[in-house]
């Protein structure tokens, strides 16, 4: 089955930038999606389709995909981007369509 | 605006059956694919399953087929997720997500609804 690996956690200072990693077979060619889920709250969607960046989400917010490995890039990192990130794909051999899961933690 | 509102936290005994609901307003239900989320305390998002309210078909992950149930009244734009017999390892909080299509990002979540199971 297709697996999806994120990295446990990504700590980062106010104002840097966080670039939170998911790793797959050829994830270049599968559309990757990220889910932000902060604490006491349910997810939310973050980046659609790699890069797309649904209404009401902030520029700060960004997604690319290629090769083996997506990427979800926070800029000017604030303390309320502190939460947990998941990237998801939908595939018919996989029954894991979520990765693991990343916690940012803000310094 | 679609919005997903989920039914009131539960505690319950392992063996007893439940069912947690998840009202859709905003939007047809039958409109839209229904997931089911889980995520056990200090463990990531699981895919429970999904289902297609225009038809009732239902795809399952495989570490859940047999001991959930998803369905749908769409008279009353609702879907559900039930067990027959709970065990403890069933406590977590279970979110309902809708998407467009099987396919397509899961763009509306629930609330969450907290299932606690022990003796």
């Known amino acids: 089955s297709y697996v999806l690996t994120q990295p446990p956690s990504v700590s980062v200072a106010p104002g840097k930038t966080a670039r939170i990693t998911c790793g797959g077979n050829?994830?270049?060619?599968?559309?990757v999606h990220w889910y932000q889920q902060t604490a006491g709250q349910a997810p939310i969607l973050v980046i659609s389709?790699?890069?797309d960046r649904p209404s009401g989400i902030p520029e700060r917010f960004s997604g690319s995909n290629s090769g083996d490995t997506a990427t979800l890039t926070v800029s000017r990192v604030e303390a309320g981007d502190e939460a947990d990130y998941y990237c998801?794909?939908?595939?018919?051999?996989?029954?894991?369509?979520f990765g693991g899961g990343t916690r940012l933690t803000v310094l | 605006d679609v919005q997903l509102v989920q039914s009131g936290a539960e505690v319950k005994k392992p063996g007893e059956s439940l069912r947690i609901s998840c009202e859709v307003s905003g939007y047809r239900l039958n409109k839209l694919w229904i997931n089911w989320v889980r995520r056990m305390p200090g463990r990531g998002l699981e895919l429970v399953g999904k289902i297609d309210p225009s038809d009732s078909y239902t795809n399952y992950n495989p570490s859940f087929e047999g001991h959930v149930s998803i369905s749908v009244d769409t008279s009353i734009n609702t879907a559900y997720l039930q067990w027959s017999s709970l065990k403890a390892s069933d406590t977590a909080i279970y979110y309902c997500a809708a998407q467009d299509m099987a396919t397509t990002p899961l763009e509306y979540w629930g609330q969450g609804t907290l299932v606690t199971v022990s003796s």
């Open positions: 389709y790699d890069s």
């Open positions: 050829n994830i270049g060619s599968k559309s």
């Open positions: 998801q794909i939908w595939d018919t051999t996989s029954d894991r369509v």
